[in-house]
């Protein structure tokens, strides 16, 4: 959705790990509350976060309302279970 509005990628990774590098400078280091299966997968691949707190979307993504900001923040949320779902983002249309 982000990419929409901006009419380019919003995470341009050149490889994996750039690649969730750029999330994290944006979206902020998860927390292990956050997305606890991230740490446990980390660990098993000798893979440690580097730390950020992120940016505001909004910033990123300036034209957009408030209330697509809110929906792209949902969608991105670190833990895939914390997302919504089709139905529950056409619930509130």
Known sequence: M??????RPLFPG???LDQIFKIINVLGTPTKEEWPESYRLA???NFSFHQ???????S?????SDD???????FL????EKR?????VCDKL
């Open 43 to 45: 660990t098993a691949m």
């Open 14 to 16: 050149t490889s994996e």
């Open 77 to 80: 949320a670190w833990c895939p």
């Open 84 to 88: 919504p779902t089709a139905v529950n």
């Open 52 to 58: 950020s707190s992120g940016v505001p979307l909004k």
């Open 2 to 7: 982000a990419e929409l509005y901006m009419l």
């Open 68 to 74: 697509a900001i809110k929906l792209m923040s949902d």
């Open 60 to 64: 990123i993504v300036n034209t957009a």
